[in-house]
């Protein structure tokens, strides 16, 4: 049962990168009709929505996209800030929908941004924890590292209504302000689903790895 578990968790982490990365290289091929630019879809969005004070800025890395709500700043990779791609668009305004989240106080991601803290902390103790519960058979120790497991759970689950708010948030702003025509939006929504789906399939995969910590545990306690 622990084998099929592991296997289960590591297959839905392997078919849900595969996906987005086919989506990604899909439209990172295709020029938009307009050729606008990340950041000048991230701009546009932003000014349009009162978030001149905003900044966007370049980034290394793949798909490194991210909205910093602490500093103001939308963040693209270079690929998606420079790029005249469908990809690019819907990247750069996923983004921008984190951004408008931000500006009217969207209850999930205030609660997502209140305990960054405490998840960050989890996240470095827990897998301590597990790792020296498993190696020394001192499985009393595991519950406790179950339950930071709980914690990032936790806020993966938050994090769900978030990407998928922006990405409705960004489908809205590209069509409203004529970024894409009727042609691209297949393709943007394609795209923008499968970065949404993406945190699915981290939530599945913590309930599953969550499920065979506590079997382990409890099979020990059987003894």
Known sequence: MYTILLFLSLMITIVSQLYINTKYNKTNKI???????????ARIILDKNGLKNVKIKEVTG???????????????SSDIYNSKTIAAISVASHECGHAIQDKNGYLFLRIRSSIVPLVNFASKIGYIIILISIITSIFKLLWIGILTELIILLFQIITLPVEFNASNRALKQIEKLKIIDKNEKKECRGMLTAAALTYVAGVATSLIEIFRLILIARSDERR
């Open 31 to 41: 020029q938009n009709a307009n050729q606008y630019t990340g950041k000048e879809v």
């Open 62 to 76: 793949t798909l490194s996209d991210h909205y910093d709500p602490q500093n103001k700043v939308v963040n693209l």
